[in-house]
Every structure is written in C-alpha cells, then in structure tokens.
C-alpha cells in the first residue's frame, strides 16, 4: 500500500520561500514517477512539477524558473522547492506517484496548505 506524507506547509510573506517534503513508503520509490500537484479554493487541481527515474523534469508554466523538484532515493523522498512565492500559489499542495500502467497518478498524500500573503 502506497504511502505519501507531505509537509513544509505553511505561511510566507510574498517574495519567501518554502520547501516541501513528500515521504514515500509501499513502493520502489526509484523506479517511480513522482509530481506535486495544487488546488486552489474554486479551482481544479493542476500538476505543479513532475519528476521521473531518471530525474528529468516537467513544470508548469506558472512556476518555471522559481519552483524546483527533486529527489532522494535514499530517503525515499521528493522536494518541491518553492521560491519568489506569489499570492496566486496559495493552494494545498498534494504530492502522487505516477502509475505507469494507467498512465495516471493514482496514489495521493494528505496535502498541505500553502498560503502567501502579507
């Protein structure tokens, strides 16, 4: 069974920065697709940054060049590394492992809630 706990959250002034964690368990973490996603009140949720095996990358157009995501195989963790935060990244902020059989992300932390604002 598929585990996925996140954490970072939080409050930040904007221009701040924020790291998110994603603790994975009941899967070959190395092997696996891993993305943040978000949701924002009102909205659907969107795929924020994705990471694959072999730690190629893919970002939304909306944070490119000011979030970063990266790996430990070690830890069996994925980092979401926000920076230059803006009002408009407020959203709780999901981490999933990518099915490669389905093509979808089928497995989902809890969340965690991202606010900025002064």
């Known amino acids: 069974q598929v585990q996925l706990v996140e954490s970072g959250g939080g409050l930040v002034q904007p221009g701040g920065s924020l790291r998110l964690s994603c603790a994975a368990s009941?899967?070959?973490?190395?092997?696996?697709?891993m993305g943040w996603f978000r949701q924002a009140p009102g909205k659907q949720r969107e795929l924020v940054a994705g990471?694959?095996?072999?730690?190629?990358?893919v970002y939304a157009d909306s944070v490119k060049g000011r979030f970063t995501i990266s790996r430990d195989n070690t830890k069996n963790t994925v980092y979401l590394q926000m920076n230059s935060l803006k009002p408009e990244d407020t959203a709780v902020y999901y981490c999933?492992?990518?099915?490669?059989?389905?093509?979808?992300?089928?497995?989902w932390g809890q969340g965690t809630q991202v606010t900025v604002s002064s």
């Open positions: 009941g899967l070959i973490f190395s092997f696996s697709t």
């Open positions: 990471i694959r095996s072999d730690v190629t990358t």
């Open positions: 999933a492992r990518h099915n490669r059989v389905t093509g979808e992300y089928d497995s």
